[in-house]
């Protein structure tokens, strides 16, 4: 028998057993929040053991959040939870201690000015788009990413969408129009997006009630895809797929849309200011709105 310090042949992987321990003292959202971080990092690392979790592996955290195009503020936010989710397993004697005690988490970011598109920089994804030169999977999350910038449509509503989600409606001046209406996975409040360009129309595609209008792939190589778009079209900007929906925000500000038809639009959580509007809203409010002041 040799002598010495044994080597533990399987050592523990982590699981997420800990997090359905705290649904009964954490929000639905925080305990959401854990159970992605922990799908992010499979992807990343589909097998990791306690004893893998060091400051450098940290750090390696840290870049490959950079890499696969997260700003920062949302990789410090992925930081936060990681440490809290290791400070449980320092308190269950998985580790001897937490690596985050010599790793700064940065709470006060600047904001970026860099986080959304401008009307040109779009005019050059569409035209790159109908170029078609790209890979069937690169044009594919351009085609998701131009919709996203034109409707503020979230990434997490791409996957459940069919044609049946499209709804024809006639205005005073008998124009017919599109209204794309479902529910925010997220929030459970009803968006309604009017479709009056004919660039956006297109975008929509041909298909049977039931069929997907998209078929998005996961998150991270829909951001990688994006990044090589950028670094194609030298539009020198950090961007991730959720920037689409805060380009749109930017962009129907400038365009003078009203802030009741945007947040119905984009389906944010109703608080008792924007219910009031909503009540007032009509679908034909929304579409004449879009059609009069951004048309694509």
């Not at 359905?20 to 097998?47: C, V």
Request: charged letters at 30%; a positive charge; glycine letters at 4%.
């Amino acid at each position: 028998m040799h002598k010495g310090k044994l080597t533990n042949v399987n050592p523990p992987r982590i699981t997420t057993e800990p997090i359905e321990q705290l649904k009964q003292s954490r929000a639905a959202g925080t305990i959401s929040n854990y159970y992605k971080l922990i799908n992010t990092m499979k992807e990343w690392k589909p097998i990791l053991s306690f004893g893998e979790i060091t400051l450098d592996f940290i750090q390696q955290f840290h870049n490959h959040e950079l890499e696969v195009g997260n700003i920062l503020s949302t990789v410090y936010k992925k930081h936060s939870n990681l440490k809290f989710l290791i400070g449980i397993a320092v308190d269950k004697e998985k580790l001897a201690k937490n690596p985050y005690e010599k790793f700064e988490i940065k709470k006060n970011i600047k904001a970026q000015n860099n986080d959304v598109l401008t009307e040109e920089e779009l005019k050059k994804l569409q035209a790159m788009y109908d170029k078609k030169e790209y890979s069937k999977g690169k044009q594919e999350v351009l085609r998701e990413f131009l919709f996203s910038c034109y409707t503020s449509l979230s990434f997490a509503e791409f996957s459940v969408l069919t044609y049946s989600d499209i709804k024809p409606i006639t205005v005073e001046t008998g124009e017919t129009y599109l209204i794309l209406c479902n529910e925010r996975t997220k929030t459970s409040v009803t968006y309604k997006i009017p479709i009056v360009s004919p660039i956006v129309v297109a975008l929509l595609g041909n298909g049977e009630p039931c069929q997907k209008i998209f078929l998005p792939i996961s998150n991270q190589p829909t951001n990688r895809y994006l990044k090589d778009i950028m670094a194609d079209l030298k539009i020198d900007k950090t961007m991730t797929f959720h920037r689409a929906r805060h380009s749109f925000r930017t962009i129907a500000a400038k365009k003078g849309i009203r802030d009741g038809i945007a947040e119905r639009i984009m389906g944010h959580a109703e608080g008792n200011d924007i219910k009031d509007i909503y009540t007032h809203l009509h679908d034909e409010d929304i579409v004449k709105e879009m059609r009069d002041k951004w048309v694509v």
